[in-house]
């Protein structure tokens, strides 16, 4: 089942820590944030398996936008990209926003290395009290969130007031927003934070 998943490897060989990405509810795999950030990282030796959820491969066939999938289809899909993998205690999992809501969703139970949120979506943008962060609060994974400071998915004053498992280390994205970009006032551009996003998951893998 696994060989039909729709999926792209990036990185150097066979050799060196594998971390699984997963696109987020609007873009496919290849988005420029994608393909950047498993570029970047497997500039400083990961490998980078990235892969789509069944209504965007679908997208992908006809051309027509869907919402996505339910969580039981999102989270078997994702396991199926650790079988993928190989053995999920040398696996990093994660990914952008829905992406890495759904690894944060099965980590526990898969026992894998590790997990990385990218923009991770602690609630609907203007809905604070729809938090998403009930099973933050034991997280037994080493887990990593990168979160832009502009980002309407949770801000940091926000997430300060969040119960999260000590497990969980938060760091900030110069002026980011969801997609960790800045603006063009503060001299950054949105690929110097994807390569600092991913300088930071280097260390984070190395670290654990």
Not at 169 to 184: F, M, Q
Not at 194 to 199: I, L, Q
Request: a negative charge.
């Amino acid at each position: 089942m696994t060989d039909t998943l729709p999926h792209i490897w990036t990185g150097r060989g066979n050799a060196g820590p594998v971390i699984i990405l997963a696109h987020g509810a609007g873009a496919p795999m290849d988005s420029p944030f994608m393909l950047h950030m498993a570029e970047d990282l497997a500039e400083r030796d990961l490998r980078v398996l990235r892969f789509e959820f069944p209504y965007m491969a679908k997208r992908r066939e006809d051309g027509k936008k869907r919402p996505p999938d339910r969580m039981p289809v999102l989270e078997a899909t994702f396991r199926q990209a650790v079988e993928m993998a190989g053995n999920p205690e040398e696996v990093v999992i994660g990914g952008k926003s829905m992406g890495g809501r759904v690894a944060s969703m099965i980590a526990d139970d898969l026992g894998v290395r590790g997990l990385v949120c990218l923009g991770y979506p602690f609630h609907p943008p203007g809905k604070p009290e729809r938090t998403r962060t009930d099973h933050l609060a034991d997280m037994a994974t080493p887990a990593l969130i990168l979160q832009g400071e502009r980002d309407p998915f949770g801000k940091r004053e926000e997430v300060a007031g969040y119960s999260l498992s000590p497990k969980i280390e938060v760091r900030w994205i110069e002026d980011g927003n969801h997609d960790l970009v800045p603006r063009k006032a503060t001299g950054l551009t949105a690929e110097d934070n994807w390569r600092s996003a991913a300088d930071a998951i280097a260390d984070f893998i190395r670290r654990i």
